[in-house]
Protein backbone atom coordinates (compact mmCIF):
# COMPACT_ATOMS: atom_id res chain seq x y z
CA UNK A 1 0.00 0.00 0.00
CA UNK A 2 1.50 3.37 -1.20
CA UNK A 3 1.27 6.34 0.86
CA UNK A 4 -1.07 7.88 -0.91
CA UNK A 5 -3.52 4.47 -0.73
CA UNK A 6 -2.69 4.99 3.21
CA UNK A 7 -3.50 8.99 3.10
CA UNK A 8 -6.70 8.06 1.01
CA UNK A 9 -7.89 5.39 3.81
CA UNK A 10 -6.98 7.99 6.81
CA UNK A 11 -9.16 10.30 5.09
CA UNK A 12 -11.73 7.98 4.50
CA UNK A 13 -11.90 6.75 8.25
CA UNK A 14 -11.71 10.39 9.51
CA UNK A 15 -15.29 10.74 7.46
CA UNK A 16 -16.61 8.19 8.51
CA UNK A 17 -15.05 8.95 12.20
CA UNK A 18 -16.45 12.54 11.89
CA UNK A 19 -19.93 11.28 10.39
CA UNK A 20 -20.45 8.78 13.06
CA UNK A 21 -19.55 11.63 15.23
CA UNK A 22 -22.08 13.99 14.27
CA UNK A 23 -24.99 11.55 14.07
CA UNK A 24 -23.96 10.83 17.69
CA UNK A 25 -24.56 14.11 18.13
CA UNK A 26 -26.96 14.88 16.28
CA UNK A 27 -28.55 11.87 18.38
CA UNK A 28 -27.26 13.45 21.85
CA UNK A 29 -28.77 16.71 20.82
CA UNK A 30 -32.68 15.44 20.11
CA UNK A 31 -32.25 13.37 23.47
CA UNK A 32 -31.15 16.66 24.90
CA UNK A 33 -34.15 18.27 23.76
CA UNK A 34 -36.61 15.45 24.76
CA UNK A 35 -35.44 15.54 28.23
CA UNK A 36 -35.21 19.04 28.75
CA UNK A 37 -38.68 19.40 27.25
CA UNK A 38 -39.87 16.54 29.51
CA UNK A 39 -38.19 18.11 32.61
CA UNK A 40 -40.24 21.73 31.65
CA UNK A 41 -43.12 19.61 31.25
CA UNK A 42 -42.92 17.97 34.71
CA UNK A 43 -41.81 21.73 36.40
CA UNK A 44 -45.31 23.08 34.82
CA UNK A 45 -47.44 20.19 35.81
CA UNK A 46 -45.49 20.67 39.52
CA UNK A 47 -46.25 24.41 39.62
CA UNK A 48 -49.74 23.86 38.68
CA UNK A 49 -49.92 20.81 41.42
CA UNK A 50 -48.35 23.00 44.07
CA UNK A 51 -50.62 26.08 43.24
CA UNK A 52 -53.95 23.87 43.78
CA UNK A 53 -52.49 22.94 46.86
CA UNK A 54 -51.55 26.30 48.24
CA UNK A 55 -55.37 27.40 47.00
CA UNK A 56 -56.82 24.26 48.98
CA UNK A 57 -54.24 24.97 51.86
CA UNK A 58 -56.02 28.85 51.58
CA UNK A 59 -59.43 27.45 52.14
CA UNK A 60 -58.60 25.63 55.02
CA UNK A 61 -57.01 28.41 56.96
CA UNK A 62 -60.09 30.57 55.52
CA UNK A 63 -62.03 27.88 56.94
CA UNK A 64 -60.47 27.90 60.21
CA UNK A 65 -60.51 30.89 61.23
CA UNK A 66 -64.59 30.65 60.55
CA UNK A 67 -64.77 27.91 63.60
CA UNK A 68 -65.65 29.16 66.72
CA UNK A 69 -62.60 28.59 69.50
CA UNK A 70 -63.15 26.78 72.53
CA UNK A 71 -63.25 29.98 74.85
CA UNK A 72 -65.83 31.97 72.69
CA UNK A 73 -68.08 28.64 72.69
CA UNK A 74 -67.64 28.37 76.48
CA UNK A 75 -68.36 32.36 76.80
CA UNK A 76 -71.34 31.44 74.22
CA UNK A 77 -72.39 28.59 76.58
CA UNK A 78 -72.36 30.78 79.86
CA UNK A 79 -74.33 33.87 78.22
CA UNK A 80 -76.88 31.45 77.49
CA UNK A 81 -76.88 30.17 80.66
CA UNK A 82 -77.28 33.50 82.03
CA UNK A 83 -80.08 34.60 79.65
CA UNK A 84 -81.90 31.55 80.53
CA UNK A 85 -81.86 32.23 84.51
CA UNK A 86 -83.12 35.66 83.48
CA UNK A 87 -85.73 34.40 81.67
CA UNK A 88 -86.86 32.28 84.38
CA UNK A 89 -87.00 34.77 86.93
CA UNK A 90 -89.11 36.40 83.90
CA UNK A 91 -91.51 34.02 83.93
CA UNK A 92 -91.33 33.40 87.95
CA UNK A 93 -92.04 37.29 87.85
CA UNK A 94 -95.12 36.64 85.53
CA UNK A 95 -96.33 34.21 87.19
CA UNK A 96 -96.31 35.96 90.63
CA UNK A 97 -97.95 39.17 88.92
CA UNK A 98 -100.76 36.59 88.32
CA UNK A 99 -101.34 34.87 91.24
CA UNK A 100 -101.26 38.44 93.12
CA UNK A 101 -104.02 39.47 90.29
CA UNK A 102 -105.98 36.50 90.42
CA UNK A 103 -105.64 36.66 94.22
CA UNK A 104 -106.93 40.15 94.44
CA UNK A 105 -109.87 39.27 92.33
CA UNK A 106 -110.84 36.25 94.46
CA UNK A 107 -110.01 38.90 97.44
CA UNK A 108 -112.25 41.12 95.61
CA UNK A 109 -115.28 38.19 95.30
CA UNK A 110 -115.11 37.69 98.29
CA UNK A 111 -115.72 40.71 99.97
CA UNK A 112 -118.42 41.15 97.46
CA UNK A 113 -119.73 38.08 98.45
CA UNK A 114 -119.63 38.98 102.61
CA UNK A 115 -120.88 42.51 101.75
CA UNK A 116 -123.50 41.05 99.91
CA UNK A 117 -124.30 38.47 102.82
CA UNK A 118 -124.32 41.21 105.45
CA UNK A 119 -126.62 43.44 103.32
CA UNK A 120 -129.53 40.39 102.92
CA UNK A 121 -129.37 39.62 106.75
Given at each position: ?72 LNT ?46
Amino acid sequence: MTDREASQVVVTMKEYVDALFDEKQRVFDVRCDESQRAVDKAEKAMCDRLAGMNEFRDQLKDQAARFITRDELNTVINEVGTLRSLADVAKGKASQTALLFTSAIALAGLVISILNLVTRL
